[in-house]
């Protein structure tokens, strides 16, 4: 079984994520969508709400699986055996940013395959951070998040 993992704080889970988890579907017969814990990493929702999001945004995929791992992305690599990894990119800047994860897990693990996936054009403005900036200002983030989770996004915020 071809297995991937798809890692990222995901503060919320947006509609380029869910692009990019589409697009791995068609090569990989499992997409782990992976919530990497991080305490030093600030976060507007909780871990338990993030996770409820991506369940809810992934209830009629069998094959994507939602976890949750306390540590280094290479450690979950070793632990569950799956060294292909995909990151999301939507320009340069992301590309760059990516890449130097990517020789810095190398050099810890040689067998570590990133894959860098960029998303479709309509979502290359949208990101995680700007949504939570949107929210902050109290504005619509409806174009931004899948339909299935604004209630719940807006239940937690407002």
Avoid at 6 to 25: A, R
Avoid at 114 to 128: E, N, Q
Wanted: proline share 4%.
């Amino acid at each position: 079984m071809r297995k991937c993992i798809f890692p990222g704080t995901f503060d919320p889970v947006t509609k380029g994520h869910v692009d990019i988890v589409k697009k791995m579907l068609n090569y990989f017969d499992e997409v782990i969508f992976l919530f990497l814990e991080n305490p030093k990493k600030s976060t507007m929702f909780q871990i338990a709400d993030r996770v409820n999001f991506a369940k809810k945004v992934f209830k009629d995929y069998k094959n994507v699986k939602i976890e949750v791992f306390d540590g280094l992305m290479i450690e979950y690599c070793r632990k569950s055996g799956i060294y292909t990894v995909i990151r999301g990119v939507r320009n340069s800047t992301d590309f760059n940013y990516e890449l130097l994860y990517n020789f810095a897990n190398i050099s810890m693990d040689n067998k570590i395959q990133m894959l860098f996936i960029p998303t479709d054009t309509k979502y290359l403005h949208i990101s995680s951070s700007l949504i939570r900036e949107v929210l902050n200002g109290k504005g619509d983030i409806s174009p931004f998040v899948p339909e299935c989770i604004l209630p719940d996004i807006k239940k937690i915020f407002y």
